[in-house]
């Protein structure tokens, strides 16, 4: 059986309430939910930057990450992300120099 993982989300610059987060689903745990993930299934086109929220000491922070492999910190099982907008277009993949 799938584990549905509700992550929860809001743009800044687009005026969303932090308060009243936005939504989509990904079809894994949350603990094995990495950025990779995020990003191709993040429901609005563009090129994004995520910030991902987690509780340090009882105090609630964002953490950037730029490793995509790497688990994502959740919130009491929600992956909570403030994405910020770097461009209306899809950034096209880089290919790999082999060398």
């Known amino acids: 059986m799938s584990h549905l993982t509700q992550i929860l ?12 987060l936005n939504c989509f689903i990904i079809l894994k745990e949350a603990n094995k939910i ?19 929220q987690y509780v340090y000491q009882g105090q609630k922070c964002w953490l950037d990450l ?6 994502l910190p959740n919130v009491q099982g929600f992956i909570v992300i403030k994405a910020l907008r ?14």
């Open 66 to 71: 730029s490793n995509e492999k790497c688990s």
């Open 9 to 20: 989300y809001y743009l800044p610059e687009d005026m969303d309430d932090s308060k009243q």
């Open 34 to 52: 990495t950025l990779k993930d995020v990003r191709d299934s993040f429901p609005l086109p563009g090129d994004y930057h995520f910030r991902f």
């Open 86 to 99: 770097k461009s209306w277009i899809t950034s096209a993949p880089q290919p790999r120099s082999s060398g």
